[in-house]
């Protein structure tokens, strides 16, 4: 294919329909609104085939920006033969002074801009990496709903002047006493029925998802990277399912430090002439994955120590892997102390300690491939 056979297709998709425009590969070839069209899937058929016959010698490249809609035009497309991009909407260039957003507007910009080379294409995960990341994030959505209606209970109980002696709150002791406690009046006794009925659902629900979860994840294909990363401390398998599941093959970076800026954990920068700069982390890309590190970096407060559980973790795991989970947690430990001793606030510690957390995992998973036995998967060294 030379140059000029090249048909550039940008899409505007909605829920109900999609714009779309189109441009070709020549010089100064403007942009054309082809119109709009439904949202279903014989009409993006229809459309590239509209356009295979219409430009029988181009090769067709949609783009889309990334929405609620999901990847299913892109996997569509792709599995038609035809190259799809999925674009992150806040990478897309804007100019200051326009002012003026129409879906048209938006087909027309990303058809120049992908003519242009001006987009960043963004990793679309296989539809069963989305269904372990939909399965993670019900659990996520499950743990917030839990502790919404705990919240509820408690701000009912402050309100009445209602304290619990105990220590340990939502134990077993702590729920018999919320059983026997008789409120001054009918309605309020029934509003605090209402919320224990609600947290006893919602811890129920909670317990199949981790279930469900812990089930689902031994049949998936980045199971022995879940496994292996679990080597590391603060890394159980509920973080580690939902981190692999958020950022897909970490192996696709070339360097631990793209991933770091991938996860928004590098600091912002402002440097002109002699002056630098560095502010706070960027806070750019998954923010869940980010989230997890920074779950995961408070457990490097305590000294350096292989806990029963951690060692049952690592039962099976390459010796290579085991060692480099202990070296990570010699560097952090010692590096978490002595940002600590520097008067570094708690909240920068952590983060610092997140960001390294995140390269050693990267590391971790350079050491894993995935093999294919029938449809089961197992570890293996990376050959050197």
């Not at 026997?180 to 199949?208: D, F, G, M, S």
């Not at 060692?323 to 560097?331: E, H, I, T, V």
Request: with cysteine; glycine share 4%.
């Amino acid at each position: 294919m030379n140059k000029h056979n090249i048909l550039f297709i940008g899409l505007d998709t909605h829920k109900e329909f999609v714009e779309v425009a189109y441009i070709e590969d020549q010089r100064g070839a403007q942009a054309v609104h082809f119109g709009r069209i439904s949202s279903a899937k014989t009409a993006i058929v229809k459309l590239a085939k509209q356009f295979q016959s219409k430009y029988p010698q181009a090769t067709l490249h949609f783009v889309y920006e990334a929405g609620p809609c999901g990847y299913w035009i892109y996997r569509l497309l792709t599995s038609l033969g035809h190259c799809c991009y999925v674009v992150a909407p806040s990478l897309i260039p804007k100019k200051p002074g326009d002012k003026i957003k129409t879906d048209k507007r938006d087909a027309l910009k990303l058809a120049k801009l992908l003519k242009t080379e001006d987009l960043t294409p963004i990793y679309v995960p296989e539809p069963e990496d989305e269904a372990v990341r939909d399965l993670s994030r019900a659990r996520e959505t499950a743990m917030k709903d839990l502790k919404d209606a705990k919240y509820q209970l408690k701000a009912l109980l402050l309100r009445n002047n209602i304290n619990y002696a105990g220590t340990a709150n939502w134990s077993a002791k702590h729920l018999r006493w919320l059983t026997e406690l008789v409120l001054p009046h009918p309605a309020q006794q029934i509003a605090l029925q209402e919320y224990l009925h609600t947290i006893n659902e919602r811890i129920a629900r909670l317990k199949r998802l981790d279930n469900e979860l812990a089930h689902q994840v031994q049949a998936w294909r980045y199971y022995p990277v879940v496994k292996a990363v679990q080597a590391m401390r603060g890394v159980r398998l509920l973080v580690a399912t939902g981190l692999i599941a958020e950022l897909g093959d970490i192996r696709r970076f070339d360097h631990p430090r793209k991933l770091m800026a991938y996860v928004g954990l590098v600091p912002r920068e402002h440097s002109t002439g002699d002056k630098r700069r560095i502010g706070a982390i960027t806070k750019c890309g998954n923010g869940r994955a980010r989230r997890l590190l920074i779950e995961g970096a408070h457990s490097y407060r305590y000294p350096a120590n292989i806990s029963t559980d951690l060692q049952l973790r690592q039962e099976g795991l390459p010796k290579t892997v085991v060692d480099k989970a202990w070296q990570a947690q010699l560097r952090l430990c010692r590096r978490y102390q002595r940002l600590m001793h520097k008067g570094k606030h708690y909240n920068v510690v952590v983060t610092a300690i997140a960001r390294e957390m995140i390269a050693y995992i990267w590391a971790i998973a350079k050491q894993v491939v995935l093999i294919d036995v029938n449809p089961k998967h197992r570890l293996a060294r990376v050959p050197a």
